[in-house]
Nanobody, 120 residues
Framework: QVRLVESGGGLVQAGGSLRLSCAAS????????MGWYRQAPGKQRELVAHITRAGTTNYADSVKGRFTITSDNAKNTVYLEMNGLKPEDTAIYYC??????????????WGQGTQVTVSS
């Protein structure tokens, strides 16, 4: 099993920056990809960015050029540096990994979420 703990959320003004962290523990060898999703009130959860163990990254179009995802495999931690924050970035941000296995097939792990609020 994998446990994920996020930190770094908060309240910032538009144009500000935040850095989110997610530390993984447990059966981390099963993880091939870590990333961040977000869910705003009344909206579906959406992918923000993810990174593989090999370093391949993927970003949502809405955050390209503003957010940067990095990882420290030695610390089993993934980071999301968010710059130029906009009010529409307001959401709960969830850390996510693959690597789960069960009778129903593979499944993902999720952190508890951290709130990011951007005021205008």
């Amino acid at each position: 099993q994998v446990r994920l703990v996020e930190s770094g959320g908060g309240l910032v003004q538009a144009g500000g920056s935040l850095r989110l962290s997610c530390a993984a523990s447990g059966s981390i060898s099963s993880i091939t990809r870590m990333g961040w999703y977000r869910q705003a009130p009344g909206k579906q959860r959406e992918l923000v960015a993810h990174i593989t163990r090999a370093g391949t990254t993927n970003y949502a179009d809405s955050v390209k050029g503003r957010f940067t995802i990095t990882s420290d495999n030695a610390k089993n931690t993934v980071y999301l540096e968010m710059n130029g924050l906009k009010p529409e970035d307001t959401a709960i941000y969830y850390c996510n990994t693959d690597g789960g296995y069960g009778w129903s097939g593979p499944f993902d792990y999720w952190g508890q979420g951290t709130q990011v609020t951007v005021s205008s």
